[in-house]
Nanobody
């Protein structure tokens, strides 16, 4: 069983930056890659970005490409989502999850999820 905890969310003005952290439990399998998803009220949970624990290969949704950057420190079992030039449309609860494959965008293809962290961007 993998336990994931997201942190770093908050309320910011448009154009600001935030860095989210995903900490995975140590001493267990964390999968091949960690993915980031977000869910706004009344909306489907959507894929944001993913990164392999080893090698740093990344995959981004078109909506965040060029603004968000994800990375992972496999030794520490910690992944990061650096979000820049935030816009109100980025407002959502952000989740991290683990999967066996990079590039998976379907929530059903991820094995374990964190509890989420709220990001609110005001105009």
């Amino acid at each position: 069983q993998v336990r994931l905890v997201e942190s770093g969310g908050g309320s910011v003005q448009a154009g600001s930056s935030l860095e989210l952290t995903c900490t995975a439990s140590r001493g267990t399998s964390n999968g091949y890659a960690v993915g980031w998803f977000r869910q706004a009220p009344g909306q489907e949970r959507e894929f944001v970005a993913a990164v392999t624990w080893s090698g740093g290969r990344t995959y981004y949704a078109e909506s965040v490409k060029g603004r968000f950057t994800t990375s992972a420190d496999n030794a520490k079992s910690v992944a990061y989502l650096q979000m820049s030039r935030l816009i109100p449309g980025d407002t959502a609860v952000y989740y991290c999850a683990v999967t066996q494959f990079l590039g998976q965008t379907d929530v059903d293809e991820y094995d374990f999820w964190g509890q989420g962290t709220q990001v609110t961007v005001s105009s």
